[in-house]
């Protein structure tokens, strides 16, 4: 059986407001179909093939198996429903298969830590980089347009619309889901990670989260409100956690494993803007970010870096095996990063290191600020985030 569904003529269009994006797109052959593939048609028989652009709800059944063939889009409208406990499985071809939850359309992702919801590879060996993970794209202000501004910016991968002047956006609710061997990149400029938030506001859910083994970063905010609890990335090959364009939520009990032998970057990548474009909105990313656990690969690696005029409230916070624990880089003249210690934006509160050379780095700063404007509190204080118990039964450490 072959359902086609309504192509929206308008995904072409995502190219209004602020078109500052030139990286190429996905081409979708598919063009928004389900399959039923081995001739079944009843609960339990037959593989259901998922690609295209779908302009109405899309709710999996949890009976069925599901094979994700190319990019799933949900367009304005819609929702893509997930039950708890479904396993989702994608082909292996990298970034020409993700879901993009786009403007206007949600997703409703919502297992518990019996009944975990996992997307991942259907490659018999699998590995980081097989799909292209998950997708959302919000209402939400960013900085790469004018305050206040609803113009929009296009995503990394497939130019899909983000952004705008809804604080209070909702792209729907994802808990105790698990994203395996996920991201990739056409090139340097144009990538796709774990899970990528672009622009979602506030009343969007995300708690409960895993990447596990991916190719890019697991978790990057592009700009946006939203705040996310309980996140686990492990093994991610580039950042673990990373931001940018403005993103101005929280993050609250965060455990980063970066284990030996595997390629990484820093634990958390900070941007105040996106440095590939301007700051338009005239503020940067600065997010409240509690309950911290970061291990290393004990290189020479980053547990954190803050860079481009990004603000961050950080406390709580354990860091062992890196090289460098917090780097403060003033890499953009005339908007320092260093200045958001000057205004009392910056600050570490509680953070203690373990088998770390350089605990603090303060990079050619335009302001002089010294390791005591930065950090306080007690380091005996700091016990990072309870992941043996939130993490348990759902979360994938192997």
């Known amino acids: 059986m072959k359902r086609n569904l309504l192509l929206l003529f308008s995904f072409a269009l995502v190219f209004m407001g602020c078109e500052r ?84 359309a949600t997703i409703q992702a919502i297992g518990n830590a019996s009944n975990p919801i996992v997307f991942t590879s259907n490659a018999s060996s699998p590995s980081s980089g097989d799909w292209g993970g998950i997708v959302l794209c919000g209402r939400a202000p960013i900085n790469s347009t004018a305050d206040g501004s609803t113009d929009t910016a296009t995503t990394e991968v497939g130019g899909l619309s983000y952004g705008g002047n809804l604080p209070g956006d909702s792209s729907g609710r994802m808990e105790y889901v698990r994203l395996e061997y996920v991201g990739g990149a056409i090139d340097g400029n144009a990538e796709l990670n774990g899970l990528s938030v672009y622009a979602a506001g506030d009343q969007t859910i995300i708690d409960y989260v895993q990447i ?10 592009f700009g946006g409100t939203v705040d996310a609890n309980h996140l686990v990335v492990t093994d991610a090959e580039d950042d673990s956690i990373d931001w940018t364009e403005g993103w101005t939520g929280s993050i609250t009990d965060v455990y980063v494993v970066q284990n030996v032998g595997i390629p990484h970057d820093s634990g958390f990548e900070m941007d105040g803007f996106n440095t590939d474009f301007s700051n338009e909105g005239g503020y940067f990313s600065a997010p409240t970010v509690t309950n911290v656990t970061v291990i290393g690969d004990q290189d020479s690696g980053r547990a954190f870096r803050l860079r481009a005029g990004s603000r ?34 910056t600050s570490v509160t509680d953070i203690s290191f373990t088998n770390v050379a350089t605990t603090v780095v303060l990079d050619e700063l335009e302001n002089v600020i010294t390791e005591g404007d930065v950090i306080f509190g007690d380091a005996a204080n700091a016990t990072g985030t309870d992941f043996a118990t939130w993490g348990a039964g759902w979360a994938r450490m192997d």
């Open 21 to 104: 994006d030139n990286t190429p797109n996905i081409v979708i052959n598919d063009n928004s179909t389900t399959t039923i593939n081995n001739g079944g048609t009843g609960p339990g028989n037959g593989v259901i093939t998922l690609s295209g652009v779908y302009s109405q709800d899309l709710t999996l059944d949890a009976d069925q198996e599901y094979l994700i063939t190319g990019p799933v889009l949900m367009a304005d409208g819609t929702t893509l429903t997930v039950p708890a406990g479904m396993t989702i499985r994608v082909e292996p071809v990298g970034v020409n298969a993700y879901i993009a939850v786009q403007q206007g």
């Open 212 to 221: 596990y083994k991916g190719s890019d970063d697991g978790f990057e905010f």
């Open 312 to 345: 961050g409230i950080f406390s709580n916070i354990l860091v062992s095996d890196f090289g460098r624990g917090f780097v403060i880089q003033d890499d953009e003249p005339g908007q320092a990063t260093s200045q958001g210690v000057v205004d009392g934006d």
